[in-house]
């Protein structure tokens, strides 16, 4: 019984790991993302692209920052919902 009970705490702290993983990843890749604009300064050059008479600054947060990052989120929450399912299954043998 203790055994089971100690590879079931051991799962559940494996599942956890993974899910504060994912979580702070996930977040450090949005704050990055979001703060992209700010990459344009090693770069100068990229000020200067124009894509059909915008700059690259525009289309950056047009398509990355704000279709990328909601692509990104319902990835991440599918992720994240896929390790509940697996703690409640780890919860359901104990």
Do not use: H
Request: charged share 20%.
């Amino acid at each position: 019984m203790t055994q089971s009970k100690s590879s079931a705490t051991e799962a559940n702290d494996r599942i956890y790991k993974k899910e504060v993983f994912v979580v702070v990843v996930s977040s450090l890749v949005c704050a990055i993302t979001a703060m992209g604009v700010l990459f344009m300064l090693p770069f100068p050059g990229l000020l200067d692209i124009r894509i059909w008479g915008f700059p690259f600054p525009f289309w950056y947060q047009a398509t990355i920052a704000y279709i990328g990052i909601i692509v990104f989120l319902y990835w991440i929450v599918n992720v994240l919902t896929k390790i509940d399912d697996q703690k409640a299954k780890a919860e359901r043998e104990v």
